[in-house]
């Protein structure tokens, strides 16, 4: 179990400089509004196909690889948010204030962390942890990815309808 746990991170965590690396020449060429929707969209998709995915009753080990691999894909596509939303604010906004905007998405992956574990302490008490058959293992992890799913859906809708690409890009 804790090998396959650290797997889970491992993967998400080696999927981000490989996401800023696609997603830095796409969002070169393409814009970096446009990148920044697709991988926030990405992300949010991800998070609802892990929160859909068949138990490990039910596929057994291919359900765990399957996990891993979607943490994969969905570090490449947090890695490719950064790449598109850190220039564009560097871009988009007056000298004076980069820095602390710089700073402030630079914030959202400790926050995110925050609120998820936050969010877990709270299934855990809803939904308790145990075996196998527990509240928490069969559903109660779900939520927190569809939560997220659900932000990241909400963000790409006001962020489409109230950001305008760079001047500079």
């Not at 527990?134 to 997220?148: A, E, M």
Request: hydrophobic letters at 55%.
């Amino acid at each position: 179990a804790a090998i396959i746990g650290s797997l889970i991170f491992v993967a998400t965590l080696l999927g981000r400089p490989l996401g800023a690396l696609i997603f830095g020449r796409y969002a070169d060429r393409v814009g970096r509004k446009r990148t920044n929707l697709i991988a926030v969209g990405g992300y949010g998709a991800m998070s609802v196909l892990m929160a859909a995915l068949p138990g490990y009753l039910e596929w057994g080990l291919v359900a765990v690889g399957l996990f891993v691999a979607l943490r994969f894909i969905d570090g490449v596509f947090v890695g490719g948010s950064y790449s598109a939303s850190s220039p564009l604010a560097m871009e988009y906004l007056p000298r004076q204030k980069r820095g602390f905007w710089g700073a402030y998405i630079m914030l959202g992956f400790p926050l995110a962390f925050v609120s998820i574990s936050i969010l877990t302490f709270l299934m855990l008490n809803i939904a308790p942890a145990g075996d196998i058959d527990s509240p928490y293992v069969q559903w109660g992890w779900r939520i927190p990815f569809l939560f997220g799913a659900l932000i990241a859906f909400i963000y790409v809708w006001w962020y489409a309808k109230n950001v305008d690409e760079s001047d500079l890009f």
